[in-house]
């Protein structure tokens, strides 16, 4: 592949709900240019982007893909992005990096959920938009339909460039409002121009004023002009388009069918003549004669060629081998030989201008949103803002013995995961998994096996109960005595428990006259401590006590620390027994953000959780619920969230604090615990 110039590139992420056809569209563009000799369908898993093993089983995009095109003299960086929301991260790293955004729609389908959150992902970065309505071919394809629901969506911006000639299975070619003529899908690829038909030069010219009137408003000078009364010439309405895409204020609409090829060299050609090159980007406007710096903005764990990590260079030129510098984690790393990605395709390329992408393996400590730079320069670029995961699994490995295997292959998943999370929970003893939800989770799981050869179980994480008392209880009394010939064992103390609300524990003494000598003190704490591992409801960990040894004796000869210890801990546990022990959770303080709509069902919801409401605000279109909820109830929310929202809402959570079980799930837990007991 040769290299392009920073004016030839054009970096568009594609984007949509899932099953609106991005993988097509991009096998579609790579036969019209040549570069390969048949299209590939997802069903049968011979894309070029849908390359990765789960991706081929589940017929389902999981990673961003890098498809580059070359067309008439320029380069099509094309991002290839997930339309499940259990990736969204990868979304949200190809619009990072994008200089433009195409926007997917299936015609039998219209606007769906992600549409709406994908195009709010673009919005924040004020990106330019395409429309695409994808399969005109397909049955109950409706473009006036999917048109109108695109303005009701996203508002009067939006304006159709295409129409179309036909649909379902008399689709056969597409209007171009701007040009004013026809084009009919040949068996080639190649669309043949014509006249527009007389029966459409109705709708045309109604859609044409649209048009000039939308880019009119797009110039002061074209404004003024438009508002005389004088037409506007064909270059002012192409300069107008072209200011209007760039400065995000038109939205065209193009259509056409992916599966047929027909349509997608006008939209090629459409990249290539209005979507922005980086040098003319609004989010960057970055220049070639800047110190070179670019965004990681994915990163490739293979097994077999080791890690591979992608680099949107956004300003300067990069070679081969040359020294980069990572100003987030201060370490040099060395460039090594660059790489086109073109799905799991690698091409060598010596340089790389502005603007560009490429690959670079076996960087060592470069991680997914880094920069990396010119030593000296130390530029850093904004990184990605990835969502927070929020569906938890516990994992254990399978087979005894599979633990180290386990480790090794979560490592190297972690790596190019930047939203998945592993934790030990040292309570439970389990190892967590906490991820976008439960397909994202399933995927990882999947990959452990097929790539590291470790089955693993996955189950709901246990709650981190604790346990406490409720009353005080005073000279609870504990000895440990031993004689077994020869020294002995003796320990003897009295101990005062208390509730203490406010902090995990505190340990007094009130002892005179050296009842319990002061060397064996800290030996009485540590046995107290020792027992607070273990609460005498279900063996959860005990918390907010006071403990005060107010009495005890010794023996000159048989005393000891561990005889102390002994008894200290004794003491505790007939302690707790007597005090009125209970058991507490963790209690979650909750954000959920929903449309307006959807509060009715999330209140409820909420309210059916066991969770208590503390306030509601308006956010932009959103509204925002908090609320304090047991975790308990919520290792399942992100998937009753989906469910009640249909995808549009979200959540996170930070744990708060603890507080007492109703006693009619106190007794289930204790009852569960008492059962596992007698299990094991």
């Given at each position: 592949?040769?290299?392009?110039?920073?004016?030839q590139?054009?970096?568009?992420?594609?984007?949509?709900?899932?099953?609106?056809g991005?993988?097509?569209?991009?096998?579609a563009?790579?036969?019209?240019?040549?570069a390969i000799?048949?299209?590939?369908?997802?069903?049968?898993?011979?894309?070029?982007?849908?390359?990765?093993p789960?991706?081929?089983?589940?017929?389902?995009?999981?990673?961003?893909?890098?498809?580059?095109?070359?067309?008439k003299?320029?380069?099509?960086?094309?991002i290839?992005?997930p339309?499940?929301?259990?990736f969204s991260?990868?979304?949200?790293?190809?619009?990072?990096?994008a200089?433009?955004?195409?926007?997917?729609?299936?015609?039998?389908?219209?606007?769906?959920?992600?549409?709406?959150?994908?195009?709010?992902?673009?919005?924040?970065?004020?990106?330019?938009?395409?429309?695409?309505?994808?399969?005109?071919?397909?049955?109950?394809?409706?473009?006036?339909?999917?048109?109108?629901?695109?303005?009701?969506?996203?508002?009067?911006?939006?304006?159709?460039?295409?129409?179309?000639?036909?649909?379902?299975?008399?689709?056969?070619g597409?209007?171009?409002?701007?040009?004013?003529?026809?084009?009919?899908?040949?068996?080639?690829?190649?669309?043949?121009?014509?006249?527009?038909?007389?029966?459409?030069?109705?709708?045309?010219n109604?859609q044409?004023?649209?048009?000039?009137?939308?880019?009119?408003?797009?110039?002061d000078?074209?404004?003024?002009?438009?508002?005389?009364?004088e037409?506007?010439?064909e270059?002012?309405?192409?300069?107008?388009?072209?200011?209007?895409i760039?400065?995000?204020?038109?939205?065209?609409?193009?259509?056409?069918?992916?599966?047929?090829?027909?349509?997608?060299?006008?939209?090629?050609?459409?990249?290539?003549?209005?979507?922005?090159?980086?040098?003319?980007?609004?989010?960057?406007?970055?220049l070639?004669?800047?110190p070179?710096?670019?965004?990681?903005?994915?990163t490739?764990?293979?097994?077999?060629?080791?890690?591979?990590s992608?680099?949107?260079?956004?300003?300067g030129?990069?070679?081969?081998?040359?020294?980069?510098?990572?100003?987030n984690?201060?370490?040099?790393?060395?460039?090594?030989?660059?790489?086109?990605?073109?799905?799991?395709n690698?091409?060598?390329?010596t340089?790389?201008?502005?603007?560009?992408?490429?690959?670079?393996?076996?960087?060592?400590?470069?991680?997914?949103?880094?920069?990396?730079c010119?030593?000296?320069?130390?530029?850093?670029?904004?990184?990605?803002?990835?969502?927070?995961?929020?569906?938890?699994?516990?994992i254990?490995?399978?087979?005894?013995?599979?633990?180290?295997?386990?480790?090794?292959?979560?490592?190297?998943?972690?790596?190019?995961?930047?939203?998945?999370?592993m934790?030990?929970?040292?309570?439970?003893?389990?190892?967590?998994?906490?991820g976008?939800?439960?397909?994202?989770?399933?995927?990882v799981?999947?990959?452990?096996?097929?790539?590291?050869?470790?089955?693993?179980?996955?189950?709901?994480p246990?709650?981190?109960?604790?346990?406490?008392?409720?009353?005080?209880?005073s000279?609870?009394?504990?000895?440990?005595?031993?004689?077994?010939?020869?020294?002995?064992?003796?320990?003897?103390?009295?101990?005062?428990?208390?509730?203490?609300?406010?902090?995990?524990?505190?340990?007094?003494?009130?002892?005179?006259?050296?009842?319990?000598?002061?060397?064996?003190?800290?030996?009485?704490?540590?046995g107290?401590?020792?027992?607070?591992?273990?609460?005498?409801?279900?063996?959860?960990?005990?918390?907010?006590?006071k403990?005060?040894?107010?009495?005890?004796?010794?023996?000159?000869?048989?005393?000891?620390?561990?005889?102390?210890?002994?008894?200290?801990?004794?003491?505790?546990?007939?302690?707790?027994?007597?005090?009125d022990?209970?058991?507490?959770e963790?209690?979650?303080?909750?954000?959920v953000?929903v449309?307006?709509?959807?509060?009715?069902?999330i209140?409820?919801?909420?309210?059916?959780?066991?969770?208590?409401?503390?306030?509601?605000?308006?956010?932009?279109e959103?509204?925002?619920?908090?609320?304090m909820?047991?975790?308990?109830?919520?290792?399942?929310?992100?998937?009753d969230?989906?469910?009640?929202?249909?995808?549009?809402?979200?959540?996170?959570?930070?744990?708060?604090?603890y507080?007492e079980?109703?006693p009619?799930?106190?007794?289930?837990?204790?009852?569960?615990?008492?059962?596992?007991e007698e299990?094991?």
């Amino acid at each position: 592949m040769k290299i392009y110039d920073t004016e030839q590139i054009r970096n568009i992420a594609f984007v949509s709900h899932g099953g609106a056809g991005k993988t097509t569209l991009t096998e579609a563009m790579l036969f019209n240019t040549g570069a390969i000799n048949r299209m590939g369908k997802v069903e049968d898993g011979n894309t070029v982007s849908d390359y990765d093993p789960e991706e081929i089983k589940r017929q389902i995009s999981i990673n961003l893909a890098m498809i580059p095109v070359e067309w008439k003299n320029c380069k099509i960086n094309v991002i290839d992005t997930p339309g499940f929301a259990d990736f969204s991260s990868e979304v949200r790293s190809a619009v990072r990096v994008a200089d433009g955004v195409a926007v997917l729609i299936s015609a039998p389908d219209g606007v769906e959920v992600l549409t709406e959150v994908y195009w709010k992902l673009a919005d924040k970065r004020n990106l330019p938009r395409v429309l695409f309505v994808n399969k005109m071919d397909r049955e109950n394809a409706n473009f006036d339909a999917a048109f109108a629901g695109l303005r009701e969506t996203f508002g009067n911006k939006v304006v159709a460039l295409q129409i179309p000639i036909g649909k379902e299975k008399d689709f056969k070619g597409i209007i171009d409002i701007l040009k004013m003529k026809a084009y009919y899908g040949t068996e080639d690829g190649k669309m043949k121009e014509e006249e527009i038909p007389e029966e459409f030069m109705d709708i045309v010219n109604e859609q044409r004023e649209v048009l000039i009137e939308a880019v009119a408003e797009a110039d002061d000078e074209l404004l003024m002009k438009y508002l005389e009364g004088e037409e506007l010439t064909e270059e002012e309405i192409e300069k107008g388009l072209t200011i209007g895409i760039k400065n995000a204020s038109i939205f065209p609409v193009l259509c056409g069918s992916a599966v047929n090829n027909i349509g997608i060299q006008n939209l090629m050609d459409f990249f290539v003549t209005y979507m922005p090159n980086p040098a003319e980007a609004v989010q960057e406007n970055d220049l070639a004669d800047k110190p070179f710096a670019g965004i990681v903005f994915k990163t490739l764990a293979d097994p077999y060629t080791g890690k591979v990590s992608y680099l949107r260079l956004f300003q300067g030129e990069l070679t081969n081998e040359k020294p980069l510098y990572n100003p987030n984690k201060g370490v040099e790393e060395k460039a090594g030989q660059l790489l086109i990605m073109r799905g799991k395709n690698q091409e060598p390329v010596t340089t790389l201008k502005a603007g560009d992408i490429c690959a670079i393996p076996k960087l060592q400590q470069t991680s997914t949103g880094d920069t990396l730079c010119e030593k000296g320069s130390d530029t850093v670029l904004e990184g990605i803002e990835f969502p927070e995961p929020n569906f938890s699994v516990a994992i254990a490995p399978k087979n005894k013995g599979d633990e180290d295997k386990l480790g090794s292959g979560m490592s190297r998943i972690l790596n190019e995961d930047p939203v998945l999370i592993m934790e030990k929970n040292v309570e439970t003893n389990e190892t967590i998994l906490t991820g976008m939800g439960e397909l994202h989770l399933d995927v990882v799981v999947s990959k452990l096996k097929e790539r590291y050869g470790v089955q693993v179980e996955m189950s709901t994480p246990k709650v981190p109960y604790r346990e406490t008392i409720r009353k005080s209880v005073s000279g609870v009394e504990a000895k440990y005595k031993k004689q077994t010939g020869g020294r002995g064992q003796y320990g003897h103390v009295f101990l005062d428990v208390a509730p203490l609300p406010d902090k995990e524990f505190e340990f007094h003494e009130t002892i005179f006259g050296g009842v319990v000598p002061k060397q064996y003190i800290p030996a009485v704490e540590k046995g107290v401590v020792e027992a607070m591992k273990e609460g005498v409801l279900a063996k959860y960990p005990v918390t907010n006590i006071k403990v005060t040894l107010v009495d005890g004796s010794y023996h000159s000869v048989d005393s000891s620390e561990h005889a102390f210890k002994l008894a200290g801990s004794m003491a505790l546990k007939k302690a707790l027994e007597q005090a009125d022990p209970v058991l507490l959770e963790p209690i979650m303080e909750v954000e959920v953000r929903v449309p307006e709509k959807f509060m009715g069902d999330i209140m409820g919801d909420l309210n059916s959780k066991r969770g208590r409401i503390l306030g509601m605000d308006s956010e932009g279109e959103e509204q925002v619920v908090r609320a304090m909820v047991p975790l308990a109830e919520m290792y399942r929310y992100a998937i009753d969230l989906k469910s009640i929202t249909q995808g549009r809402g979200n959540f996170k959570m930070k744990f708060s604090h603890y507080e007492e079980v109703p006693p009619n799930i106190a007794e289930k837990v204790i009852q569960e615990a008492a059962s596992e007991e007698e299990e094991e």
